[in-house]
């Protein structure tokens, strides 16, 4: 389904990406681990084209859209829900719901906001509320299901965990296995246990390029692989 | 004293107009991150085309609150698409110099086009005449002044919040790249926020042509004062410029009549001190465009 | 050696600039000193926003209050230029100092809406004090006395004018030339791109933001003072935005942060003026179309793109 | 090292254009059929620039009719225009072009007060005469006045005594106005007030007047407080598009119905009268420096016809102003017998001239000329041209209205 | 125990409703090469700019040399000889490299507001600036602009900036984010080297495990925003928490399994 191909991203002067590639296949859940500035962020962002990779392809179903505006790669089928979340702050939880809302743009609507709001009841009790007064938890869901909106078949999620409590992870957690049984998902995580139990295949990245990939299951087998490139020692 | 009531009625329909054509200026800044300083004389372009449809095509006034802004719109469209979105990423100076030179620029063609005579555009015949309030006259195109003033603050702030392209606007104007992220064209959005700007400017050229002398460099005046009622009521803070029209229109309707010798002054002094006070402006912070 | 270029650059022009009055028709002598002066004004902004990047709108207040004691002095008391000079730059740096210790607590946007409020302040009440000032009409039809110093100079003579001109920009970008390249201008640079990390090295940025701020208004006053005498006359326009405009056009015009930048931008400005207007008058389409091409492709200003050439950067 | 070659080059060929256009007309000293060049300024951009375009039209006809009857001295006449962008600081550069560059013999123009206050100093080292033939300001044939300087148009105390013979004999007692901020309104208000009351003692001149700034559109504020202050009279020196603003404001406010005096310094001016039509109201009291229909002689007979016919529309006093003015230096060349900057002041002082206002003579003291406005009250519509008729119109003669050389503190 | 070099006395900062740090105290000797490790968002930043003076903490004390600095400005706190680097490069891109080191020279030899002289001639700056750059090899690239310098010696200016402000203690933040592994291990030589010559105190953060372990004489872990653990790198490679706190604490039984 995505296909990512020797990809070298800038960050400005930073050679942040120095070489990645993926493959994710339809239905999939795919997990990046690494630590802290090791790529996964800009690797997504690469992705969306939000930094687009000086050198190296992307390919989705087919289509190469490295050089697409990110907008246009959004309506081609994948979206992404940005490590800091980005709420738009200022916009109720139902404006940020609408503005990604990609009614009228035909195509099978699987999202709608009325749907979602029942759905996620959470949501739909904040739905007048600013964005911006949202619990770190709360805008983890309404970045989800924004994302949701734009009726995605690629998911593709930055750090959805960051700095939520346990509860809420969990919470998180149950959302993406729910989601998993209709699009495919892309992830980046720094907890080793959360990607076990919620991805099938992993990448870890180190220093800009993909250092490990393999099954979970592999992984969980070998927690060598885990001390070697994501614990403290 | 039965004046007084009047004054205010009068600072009202300045302060309205005045927020019709500093509000688009505080979007476009507010969106697109470019001050520009042509916003004048877009509102200037609003006035001339009403001229030149009821006075020379001999149509009827109210037509041109249609037709004139539409023209403006196009014609901004074609400045952002072949010269202002190329320095969207650049300092802010360099939007700023290139929109001082499209004033230069429009300020000329009209004088070229239009020659440089004082024009006057009649009324509608429902609203010339005057009615007393407290004893004291006032005419009734001020009533229409505020009337489209207010329709202008509901009808945008109905936009901003309860249409998908006034969410737009906003999403784009705080966060680009998310908005693009969520499939949103923002190349086009900021295309069609500019000519938008454009639009209300010239909303208030239209109503302003059958009060105001219409002239060659009518807007170069306005703009200063446009940029006034932003920083008062805050940089993209879009009740802050209704605020900031409404302070400004005091200042006006108040200033040259009981502080004469510090009326050109008091403008500028209440700028100052709201930038040293309160820099976000009066209604200034994160939120609605 | 790339570095000698710019000294070889300055001879040249220095060369060319004394001998002008020999090669050039005689009008080009007022177009020089207008435009000499007007490089002074344009290079004291150049101090503050090209090599501490703070943006101003007022700088204006500065050449006008400049030319405003200027000419009082002569109109009144006739005191000798020099001492009119001195007293102008003496009279811009404290209103310098005082507007500029509110202006630089503010960044950006900010502070480019301050500078403009307070320069308009000045200018309404160069306007509204109509005893002090003379309101609209300005302060004209005063005498050019001596120079001072016992310097014997025919100062209405244009040539004399002109060199005396050429002296005192060269003495005063010469000053501000040593300032950017001291020590403190090795601050104020560092400061234009990174504030922050100059705190960091112990340093109290908004200070030197403010000191930036005074000599720059400092060396306005001195300009504004050449200029009145040179227009015998000082008015409210010279305070107005419009010519606090011309400054930052001229310094982006010919590059800012390059010390000649603004000089040439300010020669690029007047020559233009004075060319399309002689040919059309619709001197602002054409000049408007001029500038809006550079600020399209000329991104660094005429000289730096030419020095961004020269350089191979 | 291209750094150098290229700036130079820049510089060389600006300066090698520059100097081949200098040259040709610099050494233009008196040739036969060399033409004879007058350089003009006015204010050609911005808010008021149609009083550049009148003045234009003005000067072109009355080169066009010179040139078609010979010329002057028998050279043809060619006229160089620059923009005064309303600044005084750009006039006076563009005089230097226009004499050492372009090589003017005479100079000519100015339309605002400031701008002859900052370039009338300057010109005594230009070595030309300039005649001024709009600006009203008193001090550029008073305090600032100088030997090269002229002006053929109305000046404020001309324009002012007369407006205090006409507020004189109305039965106001009690006056105000509302003028400008800036110069030109306040001393429009203070010559009315010392004028008026040296014919009248007992009139009252009120503490509060009304100073709006300039371009200030809106005036409604303004409008009210004078209402409310319930004077008897009022001097309004508003013009252009200010005042076009004014009276509409003014109209719908009811202000020309309260029964006061309403006397406008410089409301006649066709472009106020055109776009005001019939709201301008009847009964107030206009004036200008030059009405069309006021001078009965030959040669204003001939100016309106010609300028009607090829423009469409009355002269303004602008037009007069700069057609008088080419006609005044064409006598004084005539005179001089050349075009020698020296030899046309010379003649130009105390020389008499007939102008569509009828003879005027540049007086020696001061070198202003013997001209007197227009008062007219505003009675019906003039069909032909779509504005307001001046009846009973009175046109002051120069010479009552002129206060004399002593009053102008001019010293030559 | 002589007196710390650095105090840090129950420190918190709170961002709307939210502790970014929480009640942390941290006593740093002289001499002493400390490691600030945690996961993401562990508050280790907000940490830093407290004691640099970027931010006012919320509350809590921060004392250096036995001198209470709390709520400084930056510049102060600077001169004082606290001197710290930036996870992203922070350096003067328009200037030289060794513009860049006189920029901190000139500011601390008090000739910030010198105007009447040459800083192209200030012979005594010049050289110390050059020996601060031979220091961490960067001699030859003095008078390059710094904006075309390679990613890594803009890394190594950085450091360079920071040093030659003569400071006592440095907090450095992730010195070698986005470093090649072989510009990795330059960086950490020197580091060792500087810490290893006695004059001065090191505060680092760092993700590179390698390089935490490489560096730290002791290491204080941070988890949202608390003290985590604290210890010899010996104790925080075998502390169970912390191996929790990096690896994910979610379901721990299941990640075991």
């Known amino acids: 389904m995505l296909s990512v191909e020797d990809i070298h991203t800038f960050y400005g002067e930073s050679h942040a990406l120095q070489g990645v590639s993926l493959e994710i296949g339809e239905g999939e859940v795919v997990c990046l681990l690494g630590r802290n500035g090791a790529g996964k962020s800009t690797t997504l962002k690469s992705i969306v084209g939000l930094t687009p990779p000086a050198r190296g392809r992307v390919r989705f179903e087919q289509r190469e859209i490295q050089r697409m505006a990110t907008y246009r790669i959004s309506r081609l089928g994948i979206a992404l829900v940005p490590e800091d979340r980005r709420i738009f702050a200022g916009l109720t939880v139902k404006e940020n719901l609408e503005v990604a809302d990609q009614a009228g743009r035909g195509a099978g609507k699987r999202w709608t906001i009325e749907g979602v709001l029942e759905a996620y009841p959470m949501l739909a009790e904040l739905r007048d509320q600013d964005g911006a007064t949202l619990s770190g938890g709360q805008q983890q869901m309404l970045a989800i299901v924004r994302a949701l909106m734009t009726e995605p078949r690629l998911l593709l999620m930055d750090e959805p965990n ?72 | 004293m039965e004046s007084f009531a009047a004054s205010l009625l009068n600072s009202l329909d300045i302060a309205l107009l005045l927020f019709v054509i500093a509000v688009g200026l505080n979007i476009v800044f507010g969106v697109l991150n470019v001050i520009n300083f042509a916003h004048g004389a877009l509102y200037m372009l609003g006035a001339y085309f009403t001229f030149t449809i009821v006075n020379i095509w001999g149509l009827p006034y109210w037509p041109s609150l249609i037709i004139a802004p539409l023209a403006v719109a196009a014609v901004a469209i074609v400045i952002e698409r072949v010269m202002l979105r190329y320095v969207y990423d650049r300092h802010i100076t360099d939007s700023l110099l290139l929109t001082f030179a499209l004033l230069l620029i429009i300020d000329d063609l009209v004088l070229m086009i239009w020659g440089p005579g004082i024009q006057v555009v009649e009324p509608p015949a429902l609203l010339k005449g005057t009615f007393t309030v407290f004893g004291g006259r006032y005419p009734v195109y001020g009533l229409f002044v505020i009337f489209m003033g207010l329709v202008m603050v509901w009808g945008l702030w109905a936009l901003f919040t309860k249409t998908r392209a006034g969410r737009i606007m906003r999403a784009a104007s705080i966060d680009r790249d998310m908005a693009q992220t969520v499939g949103i064209n923002v190349p086009m959005v900021l295309t069609g926020v500019f000519a938008f700007g454009a639009w209300i400017a010239a909303i208030g050229g239209v109503v302003a042509a059958p009060m105001r002398a219409i002239g060659p460099a009518m807007g170069d005046k306005i703009i200063i004062e446009s940029f006034i009622v932003v920083v008062i009521g805050g940089l993209g803070s879009f009740p802050g410029t209704f605020l900031g029209a409404i302070v400004l229109g005091l200042i006006h309707g108040f200033g040259g009549r009981y502080l004469p010798d510090i009326s050109l002054v008091l403008p500028y002094l209440g700028m100052a001190l709201v930038l040293l006070l309160r820099p976000q402006g009066l209604m200034g912070g994160r939120g609605s465009a | ?202 340093v109290n940025e908004r200070r030197h933001r403010l000191i930036a701020f005074i000599i720059a208004g400092t060396f306005a006053g001195l300009s504004g003072a050449l200029f009145a005498p040179f227009n015998r006359v000082a008015n409210p326009d010279m305070v107005h935005w419009t010519q606090s405009a011309e400054p930052v056009l001229m310094t982006i015009l010919g590059g800012a942060g390059y010390f000649m930048g603004p000089y040439f931008g300010a020669a690029v400005f007047v020559l233009l003026e004075t060319w399309i207007t002689s040919y059309t008058d619709q001197w602002m389409l054409f000049l408007g179309i001029v500038l809006a091409l550079m600020v399209l492709f000329f991104r660094r200003g005429l000289l730096g793109t030419v020095l961004d050439r020269v350089m191979g950067r | ?306 300028y009607a016919s090829k423009y469409g529309n009355p002269p303004s006093y602008n037009a007069e102003g700069a057609y008088a003015a080419v006609y005044a230096y064409k006598a004084a060349m005539e005179k001089a017998g050349s075009t020698d900057a020296d030899k046309v002041i010379d003649a130009l002082s105390g020389l008499t001239v007939m102008t569509p206002m009828g003879e005027v003579t540049f007086r020696e003291g001061d070198h202003q000329a013997t001209v007197g406005p227009t008062w007219g009250r505003t009675a019906g519509m003039n069909e032909k041209y779509g504005i307001r008729n001046l009846d009973p119109a009175r046109t002051f003669d120069g010479r009552d209205v002129t206060p004399s050389v002593a009053e102008t503190g001019c010293k030559m | 125990m002589t007196q710390p070099i650095l105090a840090v006395q129950n420190l918190s900062k709170m961002f709307g409703g939210v502790h970014a740090v ?235 399994a």
């Open chain 3, 1 to 202: 050696m790339k570095g000698s270029i710019p000294l070889v650059v300055m001879a040249a022009v220095l060369l060319a600039l004394a001998t002008l009055p020999y090669y050039v028709p005689y009008f080009y002598i007022f177009v020089a000193t207008e435009v000499l002066i007007m490089g002074l004004l344009a290079g004291s902004y150049n101090l503050i926003f090209g090599y501490t990047g703070m943006l101003s709108f007022g700088h204006a207040a500065f050449f006008g209050f400049g030319a405003y004691i200027t000419a009082m002095l002569l109109m009144h008391f006739e005191v000798p230029l020099l001492w009119a000079m001195i007293a102008s730059m003496a009279g811009a740096l404290v209103l310098a100092a005082i507007i500029g210790f509110f202006c630089v607590r503010l960044d950006e946007v900010y502070f480019a809406m301050l500078t403009l409020a307070f320069g308009m302040m000045v200018f309404a009440v160069a306007l509204q004090w109509r005893s002090l000032t003379n309101g609209s009409d300005g302060i004209s039809g005063f005498p050019l006395p001596e120079f001072g110093l016992g310097i014997d100079l025919t100062l209405a003579d244009p040539m004399v004018y002109y060199y005396m001109v050429l002296v005192i920009v060269v003495l005063a970008s010469a000053v501000l030339y040593l300032i950017t390249r001291s020590p403190f201008g090795l601050m104020l640079k560092a400061i234009s791109e990174n504030p922050e990390r100059v705190a960091f090295c112990g």
């Open chain 5, 22 to 256: 929480n009640n942390v105290s941290l006593d740093v000797q002289f001499r002493e090469t400390v490691a600030l490790i945690g996961p993401n968002g562990a508050g280790k930043t907000t940490f830093y700019n407290m004691i640099s003076g970027r931010m006012k903490p919320t509350s809590g004390t921060i004392a250096f040399q036995g001198r209470d600095i709390t709520g400084m400005p930056p510049h102060q706190i600077s001169r004082l000889g606290i001197s710290r680097s930036f996870q992203i490069n922070n350096i003067f891109t328009e200037l030289t490299a060794r513009q860049n080191v006189e920029v901190a020279l000139t500011a601390l030899h008090g000739q910030a507001v010198s105007m009447f002289r040459l800083a192209s001639r200030n012979r005594p700056i010049q050289e110390e600036a050059e020996q601060v750059l031979a220091r961490l090899g960067l001699d030859d690239l003095a008078h390059q602009r710094a904006g075309v310098l390679s990613y890594g010696d803009k890394r190594l200016l950085e450091i360079a900036i920071v040093l030659a402000t003569r400071p006592t203690l440095v907090l450095l933040d992730e010195p070698t984010a986005g470093m090649t592994p072989e510009e990795t291990r330059h960086v950490t030589r020197l580091v060792r080297k500087l810490a290893d010559s006695g004059d001065y105190t090191f505060v680092v953060t760092e993700h590179d495990m390698s390089v935490v372990f490489d560096l730290a004489d002791r290491i204080l872990v941070m988890h949202r925003g608390q003290r985590l653990a604290e210890g010899t790198p010996e104790e925080i490679r075998n502390n169970p928490e912390v191996r929790q706190a990096y690896l994910g604490e979610e379901e721990e039984e299941e990640a075991q």
């Open chain 1, 162 to 233: 960051e700095g939520l409590a346990p509860v809420i992870v969990q919470q998180i957690g149950e959302l993406l296995d729910e989601l998993a049984q209709t699009t495919t998902i892309l992830f980046s995580d720094q907890s080793v246990p959360f990607a076990l139990k919620h991805a099938t295949r992993a990448y870890i990245l180190e220093k800009g390029q993909v250092a490990w990939s393999g099954s979970t299951r592999e992984m969980r087998d070998d927690p060598s692989i885990q001390e070697r490139y994501l614990s403290v020692a």
């Open chain 4, 1 to 306: 090292m291209r750094t150098p070659s290229i700036r130079s080059r820049i510089v060389r060929s600006a300066f090698a254009i520059a100097a081949a256009a200098g040259l040709a007309a610099g050494t233009a000293q008196a040739q036969e059929g060399e033409p004879v060049r007058l350089g003009a300024i006015y204010i050609m951009s911005g808010t008021a620039s149609v009083y550049g375009q009148f003045a234009e039209q003005g000067l072109e006809l009355a080169i066009e009719e010179i040139n078609d009857a010979g010329g002057i001295l028998g050279r043809p006449v060619e006229y160089e225009l620059q923009d005064s962008q309303l600044k005084a600081d750009v006039a006076i550069q563009a005089a230097r072009k226009l004499v050492y560059q372009d090589g003017v013999h005479a100079l000519m123009g100015i339309d605002s007060s400031g701008v002859a206050a900052g370039l009338v100093p300057t010109i005594p080292e230009l070595n030309r005469s300039l005649i001024i033939t709009h600006a009203a300001t008193p001090d550029v044939t008073g305090k600032l006045c100088n030997r090269n300087t002229f002006r053929i148009s109305v000046n404020i105390n001309q324009n002012m005594k007369g407006a205090a013979m006409v507020a004189a004999e109305t039965d106001a007692k009690r006056w105000t106005t509302i003028g400008p901020d800036y110069a030109f309104g306040h001393q429009s208000w203070e010559f009315f007030g010392n004028y008026l009351k040296e014919i009248d003692s007992s009139v009252e001149l009120m503490d509060q007047t009304a100073f709006p700034r300039f371009g200030n559109e809106d005036f409604t504020p303004f409008i009210n407080s004078v209402m409310d202050s319930d004077p008897d009279g009022v001097l309004i020196s508003l013009w252009g598009g200010d005042l076009v603003n004014f009276v509409r404001q003014a109209n719908n406010l009811g202000f020309f119905d309260k029964g006061f005096e309403v006397m406008m310094t410089v409301g006649a001016a066709t472009e106020v009268l055109s776009a005001l039509g019939k709201d301008m109201p009847e009964g107030v009291w206009l004036s200008t420096r030059y009405w069309f229909g006021a001078h009965d002689n030959p040669m204003n007979e001939r100016f309106v016809e010609a």
